[in-house]
């Protein structure tokens, strides 16, 4: 016979009636969480209970109902662990309600299965606190009970009468101190303590603590019955008669030298360690337990984010993402992965103190202990804004170069037959030309065509410049011969604006090593600069010497000048300086950045002196003589031509 089963409609009518039954159960709290911890569902007893409002506790972690050392210690995710395992997990602790307060509480865990697979835990939470002020009552006097059971070895347990004379004495007491039960019994304690503490009256003023507040506990130095003395951590509680008056006491003492050298040892390797830590400035380096929860944290991560540590104790990590990365469980993917794996890395975005975002770079290490398991994570964090930033900015100059570099090119060809072919016209190399106009076109068309190619090549030396392909060839340079070629370029514009050139090239020069194009292209653009912001019928001075180890290059001229705010912009590339709409002068701003890249690619520089209505003075230098650079191992040096073959490729 077939089993009978509910259909949809019961279903929903049985989990109707569940839910209200649950609501009705205003003095236990009934909550649902999702496998990360997440609260899901919130009944009205979990809200009589904490004050937390279901709109308030949905989508919160569910160790808000943690006190805070409890959140450090890892006491939320032990009980779900211990559930997951078990079936069921329950325990009597503290929790805290919504204004802060804290009660006694029992709490039941059950894990929920779907298809077979962990979806979640049910957690049900009743305030137990009148109870556990009975509880602890009744434990008190069991914990003053089992003080006087014997056996215990590593502790020496005792009784002692009201004036401090031992009357009990167990096996403990016999291996710490080395007395026999024989040997004490009727002797005052006072012995158990070194001479200066017994002058100090000190065993007496503990029994009156003890008498007056029912303990008494401290680490003090206690003395064998060999006069050896230990680190002994004393316990002493009070034993009331029916009539409240003190009988007793019951002493506990348990050699603590071991684990205090221990302990010290401990603590300056995690002082070394946390100095170590706390000095990185640059990284958040900062641990979690495994639920997320920030246990630690550095000056760097401070830095970074600006939470004090008082802030982000007890945290999740969460807080450090976007909303849109928590929607999508993004911080508990990644501590999954760190748990399967080892390690997680990733570069993403990370959200600051003040709501700003930035580029972090982040390394999550999965910490397991000696029994292998889980004990939590060390997550390390770096802020790479500025790489960031930096690499865009390169990239998008790679890419300005690039294309610079491909149009450069791709005006070349035309150029190359536009020049050509109007040198033929120019010249009536094919014969008489009807009209003479066609040969002042001829001549126009032709100098345009050379003045576009030269910025053409500008363009193109300036984007090897910024990408480093452009390497001079050194080799003897007659300096003065490369001034005097320069000039005659300029000749018929010489003549038209009635310029006067002086060139002076001062003693004996014929040893400078140097690329010759180079040197050249400055003085033909530092002539060219002077004679086009010249006055007509003025001067310009060119003046080559050598100073020490430096051949020097001056180009003055008695033009309008610039101020000297403007000179950096003068050397950046395509920086025109003056209002180029009222003052029109030839040229896009190649010149001066050229000069300045190709000095600095002989190890030299450039120096402008100018002021408005004053003129302006260009000084170049250049090593003296100047030296071939050196070559890579197993390298073959390339001929002038062969160089010249690869620039122009």
């Given at each position: 016979m077939s089993r009978p089963t509910l259909s949809s409609t019961a279903h929903d009518a049985l989990d109707s009636v569940l839910g209200s039954v649950i609501d009705q159960l205003t003095d236990s709290a009934i909550y649902a969480i999702d496998r990360h911890g997440v609260i899901r569902s919130w009944s009205a007893g979990a809200q009589s209970v904490f004050g937390h409002s279901p709109e308030e506790a949905i989508g919160s972690h569910f160790s808000m109902v943690y006190a805070r050392d409890d959140r450090l210690a890892g006491v939320p995710l032990r009980g779900l662990n211990i559930a997951e395992r078990d079936g069921r997990f329950e325990e009597d602790g503290?929790?805290?309600?919504?204004?802060?307060?804290?009660?006694?509480?029992?709490?039941?865990?059950?894990?929920?299965?779907?298809?077979?697979?962990?979806?979640?835990?049910?957690?049900?939470?009743?305030?137990?606190?009148?109870?556990?002020?009975?509880?602890?009552a009744l434990h008190a006097s069991e914990r003053r009970f089992r003080a006087l059971v014997e056996g215990i070895t590593d502790y020496a347990v005792l009784l002692l009468d009201a004036e401090g004379t031992v009357t009990s004495w167990n096996d403990g007491a016999q291996r710490i101190y080395g007395y026999t039960a024989d040997e004490i019994v009727?002797?005052?304690f006072a012995r158990f303590f070194p001479e200066e503490i017994r002058r100090s009256d000190k065993p007496l003023s503990a029994l009156e603590t003890a008498a007056q507040t029912g303990r008494y506990e401290e680490e003090c130095a206690g003395q064998r019955k060999d006069g050896t003395t230990f680190a002994a951590h004393v316990v002493i509680n009070a034993i009331l008669d029916d009539d409240g008056a003190v009988s007793g006491y019951a002493k506990l003492t348990r050699d603590v030298t071991e684990r205090n050298s221990a302990t010290r040892a401990l603590r300056e390797s995690e002082k070394r360690l946390r100095l170590l830590v706390e000095s990185v400035t640059d990284h958040a380096i900062y641990t979690l337990d495994p639920s997320g929860i920030v246990t630690s944290w550095n000056h760097g991560a401070e830095r970074i984010t600006g939470y004090g540590v008082?802030?982000?104790?007890?945290?999740?990590?969460?807080?450090?993402?976007?909303?849109?990365?928590?929607?999508?469980?993004?911080?508990?993917?990644?501590?999954?992965?760190?748990?399967?794996?080892?390690?997680?890395?990733?570069?993403?975005?990370?959200?600051?103190?003040?709501?700003?975002?930035?580029?972090?770079?982040?390394?999550?290490?999965?910490?397991?202990?000696?029994?292998?398991?889980?004990?939590?994570?060390?997550?390390?964090?770096?802020?790479?804004?500025?790489?960031?930033?930096r690499e865009q900015a390169e990239s998008a100059s790679a890419a300005k170069s690039r294309f610079l570099a491909h149009m450069s090119h791709e005006?070349?060809?035309?150029?190359?037959?536009?020049?050509?072919?109007?040198?033929?016209?120019?010249?009536?190399?094919?014969?008489?030309?009807?009209?003479?106009?066609?040969?002042?076109?001829?001549?126009?068309?032709?100098?345009?065509?050379?003045?576009?190619?030269?910025?053409?090549?500008?363009?193109?030396?300036?984007?090897?410049?910024?990408?480093?392909?452009?390497?001079?060839?050194?080799?003897?340079?007659?300096?003065?011969?490369?001034?005097?070629?320069?000039?005659?370029?300029?000749?018929?514009?010489?003549?038209?604006?009635?310029i006067t050139i002086d060139l002076n090239v001062a003693g004996e020069l014929q040893g400078f090593i140097a690329d010759e194009r180079m040197v050249r292209q400055c003085?033909?653009?530092?002539?060219?600069?002077?004679?086009?912001?010249?006055?007509?019928?003025?001067?310009?001075?060119?003046?080559?010497?050598?100073?020490?180890?430096?051949?020097?290059?001056?180009?003055?001229?008695?033009?309008?000048?610039?101020?000297?705010?403007?000179?950096?912009?003068?050397?950046?590339?395509?920086?025109?300086?003056?209002?180029?709409?009222?003052?029109?002068?030839?040229?896009?701003?190649?010149?001066?950045?050229?000069?300045?890249?190709?000095?600095?690619?002989?190890?030299?520089?450039?120096?402008?002196k100018s002021a408005p209505n004053a003129g302006t003075e260009v000084v170049l230098w250049f090593p003296y003589p100047g030296r071939m650079p050196d070559k890579p191992a197993g390298s073959t040096?390339?001929?002038?031509?062969a160089a010249r073959r690869s620039e122009r490729s």
């Open positions: 503290m929790r805290v309600r919504k204004d802060g307060s804290r009660f006694a509480a029992h709490a039941a865990v059950y894990p929920l299965h779907k298809a077979g697979a962990l979806v979640g835990f049910a957690s049900v939470i009743r305030d137990i606190s009148e109870k556990k002020q009975a509880e602890n009727g002797l005052h008082d802030e982000i104790l007890g945290e999740h990590v969460s807080r450090f993402y976007t909303e849109a990365d928590r929607r999508e469980g993004r911080p508990y993917r990644a501590l999954e992965v760190a748990r399967a794996d080892g390690r997680y890395e990733e570069e993403g975005v990370r959200v600051r103190k003040d709501g700003s975002r930035f580029a972090a770079d982040i390394a999550i290490h999965a910490i397991y202990g000696e029994d292998g398991a889980l004990a939590g994570y060390a997550k390390i964090a770096r802020d790479v804004s500025e790489r960031k930033m005006f070349r060809t035309p150029l190359n037959a536009i020049i050509g072919f109007s040198e033929i016209i120019k010249t009536e190399l094919l014969g008489k030309i009807g009209n003479p106009r066609y040969v002042s076109y001829g001549n126009d068309i032709h100098f345009s065509g050379l003045h576009l190619l030269s910025l053409v090549n500008d363009l193109l030396d300036l984007t090897r410049i910024e990408a480093g392909k452009l390497e001079p060839v050194f080799r003897p340079t007659d300096v003065k011969q490369v001034a005097e070629r320069a000039i005659q370029l300029f000749e018929p514009v010489i003549a038209a604006k009635r003085l033909v653009n530092l002539v060219d600069n002077a004679i086009k912001h010249s006055r007509t019928s003025s001067m310009v001075r060119v003046a080559v010497g050598r100073i020490n180890d430096r051949l020097t290059i001056r180009v003055i001229d008695q033009g309008a000048g610039m101020a000297a705010r403007d000179i950096p912009k003068a050397l950046e590339p395509f920086g025109r300086v003056g209002d180029v709409s009222t003052t029109p002068v030839d040229g896009v701003g190649l010149g001066l950045p050229l000069v300045k890249s190709y000095c600095e690619l002989h190890g030299g520089g450039i120096e402008i040096p390339r001929s002038p031509a």
